[in-house]
């Protein structure tokens, strides 16, 4: 009887987490209430992103055709099944530095299938309830890889900037290397003054008009130099008119295993950008929110169409979507409306798309990663700490020599091992005084100097991590011979099981030398952990854990004077508080 009541469970709970995800009615009703602004933010997006999808398809290996193909197909789509009324997918920088060596390495089928399979796994994400966990990714982390994905994008482009072929590598540094070497040996200065000039106009174009699409005025205009000079300068060349159709010829079944970590590696930059867009464009507006599983779902889904159409794997676009921002879009009817108008320019202007020169297109690839690097934001999080700024350029420097994935499991690994030097420093073990916490006596001075000869407290603070808890053990037993020790443990904001273990380590070994180990405050939260682990069995077992410090002196005292430590003078104010634990003790 269980086995169906569990597949129904999970039929049930599979229905859920799709209604979660899928856009509802009130979602595509928002694409009503700004047609006007939401026509002209698209137009003008549109635009911005023709010549990025058409570099970054090139760039990737898979062509200017697979970068359209993206940006239309993933456009639209997860412009629908999105979770941000702002965000503008497509191909982007990022995501084209990890296709490329999938392409050197398995073609474009295998670059098609891994498509496929990020998709997939976006999905499922989303279905799993995951994108809350990518808001975890330090800043130095993301920082470190814009900047690295900054410069290898940027080197990706240098030999289309010099016209000439694109050497053999997987490593960006060292292709621009030999390219420039080819450069040397036969200059195309005409292809380099192409790249210089779409840069030049962009950079300082942006800067005083930053709402005019600088990177196609200046790619038209460097096409038409060229078409009209005849000027000996590489182009798209043919761009076939209309829209593929759908296929899955490329899909080979018994290459998947090979292909599942390209794919996941591709699913996790994915989620990561576009979650990273998704908070920019929030950021960006007044009250918009986006909905971070339901943006994994989008994603997931437009990756798993693009590849039926030749596309690429695709990801939320920081620099689309701010442009649809800053143009007045109001809702996903600008994305659509962004789409639409890309895949006009595929039926339409497809010969006028093939003139474009690569150095063009390498210009405008080539400022755009310049403007990805924001300098004051780096010099801030430099100068917050050296170990920001170590995780940054470790990040960056990564990027560069390895791929985008090594970079990032690097830098969360050195942010790791930082936060937990910081949660072991923040770990205190402090010896404080019994005055506080003694009961008022006519021999008050008298009776304090006897206690504090034979009596030792000490305070945790902090929390009691593995990262702290040898430290701890450390200091406590190499603590001041005394009859008795007692451990407050009521600041102690963290508690896991190393840090239970240590605890009952040290108890242990101070039980051994002699001493009398009590323990006060212990949190409600920690004790499950300390029971689970039977830690203060024993101490339970024979009343030494308190609720509060003055039951645990008194105890002390009950125990001392048993002892013939104290004198009978001193404790017999108190009996009636320390009688029972007299008895105990005897």
Not at 73 to 87: C, R, T
Not at 258 to 274: D, I, N, Y
Not at 314 to 333: K, P
């Amino acid at each position: 009887m269980s086995t169906p009541n569990a597949a129904g469970r999970a039929v049930r709970t599979l229905r859920d987490r799709l209604l979660e995800v899928l856009p509802n009615r009130g979602i595509l009703a928002t694409m009503g209430r700004s047609p006007r602004k939401d026509l002209l933010a698209g137009l003008t997006v549109a635009i911005v992103a023709l010549p990025l999808a058409l570099g970054f398809g090139i760039s990737s290996g898979a062509g200017a055709q697979a970068g359209l193909v993206t940006a239309v197909i993933a456009g639209a789509v997860a412009a629908v099944f999105g979770g941000s009324n702002l965000q503008v997918s497509g191909p982007t920088g990022a995501m084209t530095v990890v296709l490329v060596p999938i392409v050197h390495q398995h073609g474009s089928a295998g670059l098609l299938t891994v498509g496929l399979l990020a998709g997939a796994v976006l999905v499922l994400l989303a279905l799993a309830r995951a994108g809350r966990y990518m808001a975890y990714v330090p800043v130095p982390v993301v920082e470190g890889f814009t900047v690295g994905i900054a410069a290898v994008i940027a080197l990706q482009q240098v030999p289309g900037a010099l016209g000439v072929k694109t050497p053999s590598g997987d490593n960006p540094a060292v292709v621009a290397f030999e390219a420039a070497r080819g450069f040397v040996t036969q200059a195309h200065w005409a292809a380099l003054a192409v790249t210089c000039v779409v840069v030049v106009v962009m950079l300082v174009g942006v800067r005083y008009r930053p709402t005019v699409p600088f990177s196609l005025l200046a790619v038209a205009a460097v096409t038409l130099i060229v078409q009209v000079a005849h000027l000996p300068v590489a182009t798209i060349g043919h761009l076939p008119a209309g829209f593929p159709a759908p296929s899955m010829a490329f899909l080979d079944a018994s290459a998947i295993p090979g292909l599942l970590p390209a794919a996941l590696a591709v699913a996790a930059l994915a989620a990561l950008e576009s979650l990273m867009s998704a908070t920019a464009a929030d950021a960006m507006s007044i009250s918009e929110r986006h909905d971070s599983n339901r943006e994994l779902f989008g994603q997931g889904l437009a990756n798993l169409a693009t590849p039926l159409f030749g596309g690429v794997a695709a990801t939320g676009a920081i620099a689309r979507t701010a442009v649809n921002v800053r143009s007045g879009g109001a809702s996903r009817l600008a994305a659509l409306v962004h789409a639409a108008v890309l895949a006009a320019i595929m039926f339409v202007a497809a010969p006028l798309v093939a003139g474009i020169p690569l150095a063009a297109l390498a210009g405008v690839l080539i400022a755009t990663a310049i403007r990805m690097i924001e300098v004051g934001s780096l010099r801030a999080l430099a100068r917050s700490g050296r170990g920001e700024a170590l995780i940054m350029v470790l990040t960056a420097a990564a990027t560069l020599a390895f791929d985008l994935v090594t970079a990032v499991i690097a830098g969360l690994v050195v942010s790791g091992m930082l936060a937990l030097h910081a949660v072991a420093k923040a770990a205190r073990l402090e010896q404080v005084p019994l005055h506080a916490d003694l009961p008022p006596a006519d021999h008050h001075e008298e009776e304090q100097a006897l206690l504090g000869e034979h009596i030792v407290a000490y305070r945790l603070d902090g929390p009691l991590l593995f990262a702290a808890a040898h430290r701890f053990l450390l200091e406590l037993t190499e603590a001041a011979q005394a009859k008795v020790v007692i451990l407050r443990m009521s600041r102690v904001s963290a508690l896991d099981a190393s840090g239970a273990r240590v605890l009952g380590d040290a108890i242990d070994k101070l039980t051994r030398r002699g001493t009398l180990v009590l323990v006060s405050g212990v949190r409600k939260a920690h004790r499950p952990r300390l029971d689970a682990l039977s830690i203060l069995d024993r101490l339970h077992a024979e009343g030494r854990v308190f609720s509060t410090t003055p039951e645990a002196i008194a105890f002390a005292r009950a125990h001392l004077h048993g002892a013939g430590l104290l004198p009978a003078h001193l404790t017999g104010q108190n009996e009636d508080v320390t009688g029972n634990a007299v008895g105990a003790c005897q």
